[in-house]
């Protein structure tokens, strides 16, 4: 059940869970993960590249072409979130 106060369940009064270090985790977090789904859809854009030389008919080219624009769209807003992390981490 939920407590009896009139807070919200879910809403934090934890001095460590809204400490700096906490959200700047989170957001190194969220960088983490773009940063590994780039490097996953570049790779596998490349090897579905590879099997599509081999059957030029096939959509496997194209597939792979969006698999590597969207692993680099990926990197690329990791790379804009690290400097942003990193800007208000000075500040």
């Known amino acids: 059940m ?11 009064s934890d001095p460590v869970k809204d400490s700096p ?3 700047e985790s989170a957001k190194s977090g969220s960088v983490m ?4 789904v ?7 854009g490349f090897m579905l590249g590879i099997q599509g030389l081999d059957r ?5 080219l194209s597939t792979a072409l969006g698999l590597i624009v ?13 400097w942003y992390v990193h800007a208000h981490r000075n500040t």
């Open 38 to 44: 780039g490097i996953l859809c570049v790779a596998g």
């Open 21 to 23: 270090e906490a959200t």
């Open 2 to 12: 939920y407590p009896m106060s009139h807070e919200h369940p879910n809403s934090s």
């Open 56 to 60: 030029p008919d096939s959509p496997l």
């Open 70 to 82: 969207a692993g680099l769209v990926a990197q690329v807003y990791a790379l804009i979130r690290s």
């Open 33 to 36: 993960v773009a940063r590994v």
